[in-house]
């Protein structure tokens, strides 16, 4: 079984603080996981993903995440916030041999002027 | 290239009746997967289809069914609607393997009154 927990269902930013979303999972075995951004009204955009390769992975739009093992987190940062970052920002999991992707609750990005 | 359509983008229903949502998935992509996720929730799991087989299904009741098609587009129907069932479902597609990216499409809104 496989899990992914988010710290802070509403987190709120001043515009250019750093944002730090968290991210902690459960897998039995080695994880995939993945960062996913919600704008309103809209599907899912990945930003980032993390399948065994470097632990620290950049994505788009400045934001990065890094795996952490010992952990179990695999946080998703940025070093300055900008206003068109407010958007509710999903984790996910998987693994070798699974075929779904399961999905945190999710943490709703305010960006405060 | 054209990402992930579904159709309708919004639909409204009455409790018992049946519903067909419709995607395409990214060209090449042989993998789509549904999702439902409801207001404040993040996405759940519902099918995974790779090559017109399941090869995956979550914890969802028989009322919901898919298929795909020789083309890699996709169909879910779920019958005997309930209130229960109004969200965004969200239909995913990727080229094959689990660590790769699934790219979602931006959703049907179901409402059942």
């Known amino acids: 079984a496989q899990s992914v927990t988010q710290l802070g269902s509403h987190v709120s930013v001043s515009e250019g603080a750093l944002v730090l979303l968290r991210c902690n999972y459960s897998?039995?075995?080695?994880?995939?996981l993945f960062w996913y951004v919600q704008y309103p009204n809209q599907g899912l955009q990945l930003l980032l993903k993390?399948?065994?390769?470097?632990?620290l992975v950049k994505g788009i739009n400045g934001f990065e995440a890094e795996f952490k093992k010992s952990e179990t987190s695999f946080h998703l940062t940025k070093p300055s916030a900008h206003m068109s970052d407010a958007a509710e920002y999903f984790c996910?999991?998987?693994?070798?041999?699974?075929?779904?992707?399961?999905f945190g609750t999710g943490t709703r990005l305010t960006i405060i002027p | 290239d054209a990402g992930v359509t579904q159709s309708p983008t919004h639909l409204i229903k009455t409790r018992g009746q049946h519903v067909t949502l419709r995607c395409s998935p990214i060209?090449?992509?042989?993998?789509v997967s549904w999702y439902q996720q409801v207001l404040g929730q993040g996405p759940q799991f519902i099918f995974q289809?790779?090559?017109?087989?399941?090869?995956g299904r979550g914890n969802f009741p028989d009322r919901f069914s898919a298929r795909q098609f020789p083309n890699y587009s996709s169909e879910l129907n779920v019958n005997a609607l309930l209130l229960g069932d109004s969200a965004l479902y969200l239909c995913?597609?990727?080229?094959?393997?689990?660590?790769?990216?699934?790219?979602f499409g931006p959703g049907t809104r179901l409402l059942v009154l």
């Open positions: 996910a999991v998987t693994n070798f041999g699974n075929e779904k992707l399961t």
């Open positions: 995913a597609s990727r080229y094959d393997r689990p660590q790769e990216t699934q790219y």
């Open positions: 993390y399948t065994s390769a470097a632990t």
């Open positions: 289809y790779y090559e017109k087989e399941e090869r």
């Open positions: 060209s090449g992509h042989k993998s």
């Open positions: 897998s039995s075995v080695p994880p995939y």
